[in-house]
């Protein structure tokens, strides 16, 4: 992802705020059964839907498997 590109600033953000979310997210785990997809993931995935107006969840998915700019969000840390 290029130095200046406005999503550094997204990934900051959204950084910021899913730490301060991260023990409501630990209470809503199961302790048992099918390891879910982590929420902070599934929200980092819905704000790049949203930003590049991908129609789907099928398209996104499609996306973040060959776009690298996108992994930059998606991509916790």
Known sequence: MPAKHPLR?????????????????????????????????????????AFYTIRSERQLMEQLDYNLLYRGLSVSG
């Not at 929200?43 to 839907?49: E, I, S």
């Open 9 to 49: 600033l997204v990934r900051s953000v959204v950084n910021d705020v899913l730490a301060a979310l991260d023990g409501d997210f630990a209470k809503a785990y199961a302790q048992g059964g099918r390891p879910s997809i982590p929420p902070e993931r599934l929200l980092r995935a819905l704000l790049l839907q």
